[in-house]
């Protein structure tokens, strides 16, 4: 069915809209009170913004979910925005990146961990949180405030004896029995309200629990008290205070740049400002104000862990009651929406305006410097190589070996200049048995560019080979073989940075201070990097397998298990016999001959 015929057909109620391209992906999402009215709104010609025309550009076919209500099409566009991430929508920069605090209250003892998924369980989520090194400095805090258990439901079930955290007073053990019940809910109680930003509710009930403890002459249980009430004040002198009422909200204000947009959220819980979070969004050109601040409302928190009774916000959004209606169904109770016009409320959002906006520059600075190391390298390197078109995707090699014992070849991936991890790949050499890394090279290069591999990865624009003369000869030996001669090929040696390329006499020598040169060590560089990783991997394994088997009783699994708990022979040597107990699988009579093997 051609367009028209399905704009003709469109009904005038409350939904949902989804633009498709030629290739059937999903560009945009919208939501509309009429859909006939919205979706007919885009080919009525006239003047239109930038973005919308280079949507409709690519717009190829539509399609449309009918429902009840306008705040029910607004709760089906967040979900469909979150799954899909149209190109043409506003979203959140990093978006995925961002983790939570979760609480497993679906389990009989209770963990916390950091997640990165929001699921719909049982358990209790706090976040997303923006700024990664202070979750983990909170964590830190949190395991030593409130030790409870970081074993896996696995592990868990399968314990005979504490681990090392029961030794050192970081868990009571429950998985052995020796934890108290219903300590341990309190201390559960006690970490909800800490996460909750209500650390006053929590010191109080702390100081009681200190006072019956010293009553009753427990003096070293009170002594704890005392430790956990004094560091929970260090982080309460930390808070402002923002508000003599007792209130929670979110205030929330909006700095724009050119293509790019900042939102600050201030956290106030109890009437102190908790934390702040800062929000990129990308994709907010040719928006006006309101509807970027109405997108990022509802983007984060539909998945916010939980939604204060009252927003506070810098500026009017778009669609402001019905938002209001929507996250009130999502939080279960009334959620207000307001822009205060004076007060100590409208001093509150001007500073988080204020916030936002020195956060944005100096993102923008920080985004203009990182352009220019990799776009921008791009752009430098195929200038300076005389590349007929941009190397978007670089591939690396390295080969690793210690006189051709456990040798391996390493490919790493760069894509506009930025490691593309996913497409990283480790080669266990398997032909060549001697020190002889040209043949290393053919190898590794081989079996790349032919079989499953070669199908499965894009070719790159340009291959980078990490040596001289002799592994680049050996790698364009192979690439001419499997008919891809034509890919530019370079070896870039590390004593004088200089890059060779097959049939010329003199190497290119681009200068040390050169974009285009930095980019070309980075890759030489993470290859190395990830080459020396995994030979030190094997290597280990080898000297674990060499100095272990004369045990009695340790096997492949005790094998591994011990190396993922210690990492290195020196430091299962370097371990007592009680943290040699502590490693999952392991009996006492197996870790004393270990223990007596390696200090023997």
Known sequence: MDLDKKLELLPEQPGVYLMKDRRGEIIYVGKAVNLKNRVRSYFKGGTQAPKVR????????????????EVEALALECNFIKKYHPRYNILLRDDKQYPYLKLTLNEE?????VTRRFRADEARYFGPYTDVGALNNTVLLLKKLFPLRTCSPHDFAHRERPCLNYHIKRCSAPCVGLADKAAYGEMVKELTLFLEGRQEVLIKRLKERMAEAAATLRFEEAAVLRDQVAALERVLEKQKVVS???VDQDVIALARGITE???QVFQVRGGKLTAR??????????????????????????RAASIPPQLLLAEPADD??????????LADRKVSIRVPQRGAKKELTALAANNATLALREAEELWAHREARTEGAVAALQVALNLERPPERIEGFDISNIQGQEAVGAMVVFENGEPRKGHYRRFRIRTVFQANDFAMMAEVIRRRYSGSLRDKLPLPDLILIDGGKGQLGAAREVLKELGLGSIPTFGLAEEYEELYEEGRSEPYRLPRDSVALQLLQRVRDESHRFGVSYHRVLHTQKVLRSELDEVP????????ALLKRFGSLKKIKEATLEELLSVPG??????EALYNQLHN
């Open 586 to 591: 392991m009996t006492k009579p197996v870790a």
């Open 553 to 560: 009783g340790i096997g492949p699994r005790r094998r591994q």
């Open 277 to 302: 979070d800062t929000f990129f969004l990308k994709g907010t050109e040719g928006h006006e104000r309101p509807e970027v601040l109405a997108s990022f409302l509802k983007d984060y928190y539909s």
């Open 54 to 69: 280079a949507m409709l550009q690519h717009l190829n076919d539509f399609e449309y979910i009918v429902t009840d209500s």
């Open 109 to 113: 003892y209770p963990r916390l961990m």
């Open 320 to 329: 402001q009651e019905l938002l209001a209606e929507y996250l009130s169904r």
């Open 244 to 246: 003599l009422a007792d």
């Open 261 to 263: 947009a900042c939102v």
